[in-house]
């Protein structure tokens, strides 16, 4: 059973990952998908959805789950 992680824009670019499927089992929250996809500490400034809804880092996920990380969005 597995968690599906992607990362999208410049962040992608910047961490050189743009998906990842992780082990279910070694997977508890949004910072544990993180960790496990990248072997980084979280930027402070990260954006992250649970299946398409933007959650808190400490959300929970589980098995069959999309976890996706997103920059920074600014506008003008």
Same mark, same amino acid.
């Given at each position: 059973?597995?968690? @599906?992680?992607?990362?999208? &824009? @410049? !962040?992608?670019? /910047?961490? +050189? *990952? =743009? @998906? /990842?499927? !992780?082990?279910? &089992?070694?997977? %508890?929250?949004? $910072?544990?998908?993180?960790?496990? &996809?990248?072997?980084?500490?979280?930027?402070?400034? *990260?954006?992250?959805?649970? %299946?398409?809804?933007?959650? &808190?880092? =400490? $959300?929970?996920? @589980?098995? +069959? =789950?999309?976890?996706?990380?997103?920059?920074?969005?600014? +506008?003008?």
């Amino acid at each position: 059973m597995s968690i @599906s992680v992607k990362f999208f &824009a @410049s !962040l992608r670019e /910047r961490i +050189g *990952i =743009d @998906s /990842r499927e !992780l082990e279910a &089992a070694d997977v %508890n929250t949004v $910072s544990d998908a993180w960790l496990a &996809a990248t072997g980084k500490t979280m930027e402070d400034n *990260i954006l992250f959805a649970v %299946n398409q809804k933007y959650v &808190a880092v =400490d $959300s929970p996920v @589980s098995d +069959g =789950d999309e976890v996706a990380f997103f920059p920074p969005v600014t +506008g003008g």
